[in-house]
């Protein structure tokens, strides 16, 4: 059941104790067995309160997926198992809710899986900030910084394959809304005597094998390198591969990665002629050379190697050459060149190469920090993450572990300051009693290295500016003086006569006592070291440089900036930016990322106790610890608590509705919880014991356990329940599903027995029927058959006896018939013979005049004017009658039609009369007019507006209105007119202005003439001498030429009582003006189609070409 559970706190299914302030009892071992423990179960997070203890795992293990992101987002710290996501989710929305500047302080020893730490802290941010191709392009050049600068700055150790031989913190900026803008980032104390030498089983940087192994040959060439490691005396052969290192294809992930952070090519190209020079330098040897003074000399064995190096970096090889072998020293405007001998000479060459490649990497940092800088001026949030070398205990430890851990005791000091600061405010903001915490302060150590007067590294500063001969012994001596009586500060020769027998301490060491354990510091090369001298006629030639690079790597060396004070020591730099950073740190919220390495051999599933313990002590976890739970081990606000516990009281289960405070402090009470082990803050209940806690947690198990099998029981329950329910109403549904069915089946059955039964009654019934009907048939056909014989006889009989009468009677009927034709014959034979032929005829002849009127009555044809038929003649004699009497009735039909027409219609036909007398058989035109009526007015004069004028011009009642062509008598081409004609006038109008342009009064009009032909052409002939007749006659054309022509005749009959002479004629002569111009129609031309065309001969002669 529990298994099941979705994860709502720490406590769930926790390996061992999630957070180690539940550890009980709290010891060494205990604390070792929950690491060991969870380590085994592949946990490798754990926390001590909002610390995070990560232990490498040496493996890839399947905790870092987008899903784990997912998981982790947005949720709270201790909802879910410890996780460096937790932490950085945790960071990343304080920053960007809360307003508050974060920073991730990673530690731990070499190979503990800091950077890694960096690396993931920094791609969950990445991951859960804001998205969108500007944030794109800013994450990935951040994220894309680490390769470069791993590749310059990383290298193989004994302890990690990928070392981070410095110290790099990196400020990541967001704006508002939580997307980032951009970083800076700060580099500290590059190891850069690895440049030059390297301890066994060790490699030089990274990047030296990456361009020998990745660079294509051309670029090789360039460079004047050749792929073979053994050529170069600065490269430790003993591992220069390394085990699943591909040195080639990191070479291009590098290259693609200054590419991404905006490394232009040139720059690119510069970068890489300095790391090839620095390569070239170690191969520069010097042998000795006696002087006449007897003092050696030092000079270059063989100069190919410095004509390279001059020619890849655009150095002048005399200049070079000189600055191996002198050293000008400048005082008080003296020069003075001594020369160098050789061992000075290598000291020389090699400080030169640790100065490049140093110089380089700081430029490579800024150069990265200028593209990475976020573009805006808003006020930004800053995520900072320090990924800085652990406390190192070595065999031997010189100025550098000294150095480094110098910055340990530092970060441990503000670690312990903002634990017991944040720890104080939790308590003050919770309103909860503080409690003073006993731990121990490390400010005394920090007091011995950094102190201004009598600390070591001032005192370090003091005798490298000392003049005179200073050595590491002078140094040592100066600290046996000073230190002697610190408490942390242990050496042979110091005063204190404590160590004098201490034969652990050689007497070239001295010994601190670091929180963190003891370390034995080697006391050589600490000058060297600390001043960090580079000869000036070095930093000279460098700065003659023709290489814009390495001259800008070498401001020193400008002549005109001279400046006879000495750089600042390394020390002393060191010292102030560890000020910076501790100063930049305490602005910021911190989160611990403590890393922790399992075991040396760098293997996955070892867990080496005393070596973990080591760690453990040096970094102080079990403080840690201690401090977390000085006052109350355990703190949760109210209302996760009480949604974890509520199921433990009646009260609280399964809702409370009051405030959680309130619900809490019954739940306690309820539980009897003693008063002193816990305490209410303002949000959160403090628990002072994890025991309290463990107590809740099994309380809680076994109440969940309980609720489980209640829940468990009550669901099988139900489930039954349900089923037997669901078994139930199935088995009633069945059960009366199948009662209907057997129900319906004897139904059926009894039915279809009915059926059978009811069919053998009915027939043995309708048999027995059918039987006496039969037999009543029978009876009946026989009574019948009996009945008709007897009425047959009868009939018979009867007929017989008829008969015989008939014939009787036909007998005294013939004999009287002939008796009395007898006397009628014999009584008017004498008439007969005087006049009965006559009779007959006329008898016969009227009696075949009735039949033939009465067959004719019935054959009458139809009354239409029109109908043709008429029945045949039935006799030859009736010939004249039937010819008379079908022209009789043709005219008695025609008179009956002609009764039922209106006057109007009459004139109509009138008219239509007159237009055939005048025309018919006379003018082709003719018989294409019979069937269409004589409308006259064709244009509605009175009704169109158009014509209103023409109206108003016109008094009388208009006859005809119809549009004419009126021909052009000079050549013969149309142009349309109106053609009106009232009872005294003809008019000519303009068709579409409607003025009148000829007014002809009837009197004047003398004939008519037109061809015999199917055109539409006619002349209007005026009276000579009349005013009208002044322009000529009038050629006219017009589609209706019968119906204008028969109008203008009958009009003229009625009002001059004159009759219009109409002369049809295929010639005639129209006078135009003085001339008479001949009109001639001709037949054929089908040039224009159906339309006759109108054409000027001559002066004499218009041809009309009728088709
Ligand atoms: N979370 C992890 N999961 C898997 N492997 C890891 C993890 N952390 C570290 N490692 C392994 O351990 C090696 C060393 O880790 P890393 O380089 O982070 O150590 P470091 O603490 O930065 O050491 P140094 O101080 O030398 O730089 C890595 O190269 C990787 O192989
Ligand atoms: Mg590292």
Request: glycine letters at 4%.
């Amino acid at each position: 059941m529990a298994k099941m559970e979705v994860k709502t706190s720490l406590l769930d299914d926790m390996i061992g104790v999630g957070d180690m302030v539940l550890l009980e009892p709290l010891n060494e071992d205990s604390f070792i067995n929950n690491l060991k423990k969870r380590f085994d179960h592949n946990e490798v997070y754990t926390y001590i309160g909002s610390v995070v203890i990560s232990i490498n795992p040496y493996r890839s293990l399947p905790i870092y997926t987008p899903e784990k992101v997912e998981e982790y987002r947005n949720r709270n710290f201790y909802e879910l198992s410890p996780h460096i996501f937790a932490l950085s989710d945790e960071a990343y929305r304080s920053l960007r809710d809360q307003d508050k500047d974060q920073c991730i302080l990673i530690t731990g020893e070499s190979g503990a899986g800091k950077t890694e730490a960096s690396k993931l802290v920094m791609s969950y941010v990445a991951a859960v900030c804001g998205k969108g191709a500007e944030v794109n392009q800013v994450k990935e050049q951040l994220l894309q910084s680490n390769p470069v600068l791993e590749a310059f700055g990383n290298a193989k150790t004994v302890r990690n394959d990928n070392s981070s031989r410095f110290g790099k913190y990196m400020d990541i900026e967001f704006d508002f809304k939580g997307d980032p803008l951009g970083g800076v980032i700060s580099n500290y104390l590059l190891e850069k005597s690895r440049v030059v030498k390297q301890p066994r089983g060790e490699r030089n940087f990274h990047i030296f094998y990456q361009i020998l192994s990745g660079a294509s040959e051309e670029f090789l060439c360039k460079l004047k390198l050749e792929r073979d490691f053994s050529r170069y005396n600065y490269l430790g052969l003993d591992s220069a591969r390394v085990n699943g290192v591909d040195d080639a294809s990191n070479f291009r992930t590098v290259r693609n990665a200054m590419q991404i952070v905006g490394f232009m090519d040139h720059e690119t190209q510069s970068v890489f002629e300095v790391v090839a020079a620095v390569l070239k330098l170690g191969n520069i040897e010097f042998k000795p050379e006696s002087r006449s003074n007897g003092l050696d000399e030092s000079k270059i064995k063989d100069k190919n190697e410095l004509k390279e190096i001059c020619e890849l970096t655009g150095i002048d090889q005399s200049v070079l050459e000189r600055a191996f072998s002198f050293r000008t020293v400048e005082a008080k405007q003296e020069k003075v060149s001594t020369t160098l001998n050789v061992a000075q000479a290598y000291y020389a060459r090699d400080a030169l190469a640790k100065n490049l490649y140093s110089r380089l990497f700081s430029w490579l940092v800024t150069r990265i920090n200028e593209s990475i800088k976020a573009q805006t001026k808003v006020r930004k949030k800053v995520m900072g993450v320090l990924d800085i070398y652990g406390f190192e205990i070595f065999e031997d430890n010189s100025f550098e572990q000294f150095i480094i851990n110098y910055c340990n005791e530092k970060l441990q000091q503000i670690f312990i300051e903002l634990t017991l600061k944040e720890e104080q405010e939790e308590y003050i903001r919770e309103g909860i009693e503080w409690t003073h915490i006993e731990y121990f302060n490390n400010a005394i150590i920090c007091d011995l290295i950094e102190n201004n007067q009598t600390g070591i590294l001032a005192m370090l500063d003091e005798e490298c500016l000392r003049p005179g001969t200073v050595t590491d012994d002078t140094f040592l001596e100066k600290l046996n003086q000073v230190c002697a009586t610190h408490q942390h500060f242990e050496s042979r020769m110091s005063k204190c006569s404590r160590f004098l027998n201490d034969t652990s301490l050689p007497h070239s060491c001295f010994r601190i006592q670091h929180y963190a354990g003891k370390v034995m510091y080697q006391v050589e090369g600490f000058v060297d070291k600390n001043n960090d001298l580079l000869y000036r006629d070095l930093s000279q030639a460098m700065w003659k440089a023709n290489h814009s690079l390495i001259k800008a790597l070498f401001p020193e060396g400008n002549p005109a900036k001279i400046n006879l004070k000495r750089p600042p020591t390394a020390g002393s730099q060191f010292k102030a930016s560890v000020a910076t950073l501790m100063k930049n740190l305490q602005t910021k919220n911190p989160n611990y990322i403590r890393c922790i390495k399992p075991n040396d051999k760098k293997a996955a599933h070892i867990f080496n106790e005393a070596l973990v313990c080591h760690q453990i002590r040096y970094l102080g976890l079990l403080e840690n610890v201690r401090v977390r739970r000085a006052g109350y081990a355990f703190r949760q606000p109210y209302e996760p608590c009480l949604e974890r516990y509520k199921m433990l009281c009646k009260q609280t289960w399964p809702h409370w509705r009051g405030p959680a405070r309130a619900g809490v402090e019954v739940l306690f009470n309820e539980l009897g919880i003693p008063e002193e082990e816990f305490s209410f803050g303002r949000s959160k209940i403090f628990i002072r014991n994890p025991r309290t806690l463990f107590k809740l947690e099994d309380l809680r198990k076994q109440r969940l356990e309980d609720l489980a099998t209640l829940i468990e029981k009550i669901y099988r329950g139900w489930k039954c329940r349900t089923r037997f329910l669901l078994m139930k109403k199935c088995q009633v549904v069945i059960a009366s599903w199948y009662r209907r069915y057997s129900q319906q089946k004897k139904y059926q059955k009894i039915k279809g027995s009915a059926i059978t039964v009811q069919s053998y009654i009915r027939g043995w019934k309708a048999r027995k029927l059918l039987r006496e009907l039969k037999h009543l048939k029978r009876c009946n056909e026989a009574a019948t058959v009996i009945a008709a014989y007897w009425h047959g006889t009868q009939a018979r009989r009867e007929l017989r006896r008829l008969k015989d009468e008939a014939r009787n009677k036909h007998a005294i009927a013939v004999i009287w018939a002939f008796w009395l034709g007898y006397k009628v014959r014999r009584e008017y034979r004498k008439f007969f013979r005087a006049n009965a032929g006559r009779k007959i005829y006329e008898f016969t002849l009227q009696r075949l005049m009735q039949k033939y009127f009465l067959e004719m009555k019935n054959k009458m044809p139809s009354l239409s004017p029109i109908d043709k038929n008429w029945p045949a003649r039935p006799y030859l004699f009736l010939d004249s009658t039937h010819k008379e009497l079908k022209r009789i009735f043709h005219l008695w039909r025609c008179k009956k039609y002609r009764d039922q027409f209106t006057d109007q219609q009459k004139l109509i036909y009138e008219e239509k009369l007159e237009a055939s007398e005048l025309f018919k058989d006379k003018k082709a035109l003719y018989p294409a007019s019979v069937g269409q009526p004589f409308q006259g007015a064709y244009l509605e004069i009175s009704e169109n507006p158009k014509y209103k004028k023409l109206k108003d011009a016109v008094d009388e009642k208009i006859i005809i209105a119809e549009v004419v062509n009126k021909i052009n008598r000079a050549n013969g081409k149309a142009a349309s007119r109106i053609f009106l004609l009232t009872k005294n006038n003809v008019l000519l109008a303009d068709q579409k202005s409607g003025t009148i342009k000829s007014e002809v009064p009837l009197g004047d009009v003398t004939k008519v003439s037109m061809s015999s032909q199917n055109d539409g052409f006619f002349a209007v002939h005026l009276k000579e001498g009349s005013e009208a007749a002044s322009k000529g006659d009038f050629l006219l054309s017009s589609d209706h030429l019968i119906e204008m022509a028969t109008k203008l005749y009958r009009t003229t009959l009625s009002q001059t009582k004159q009759k219009l002479n109409i002369e049809i004629s295929d010639e005639f002569l129209v006078q135009f003006k003085q001339d008479k111009v001949c009109v001639k129609f001709i037949q054929g031309s089908q040039k224009n189609g159906n339309i006759p065309t109108c054409k000027r001969k001559n002066n004499r002669l218009l041809e009309v070409a009728v088709p």
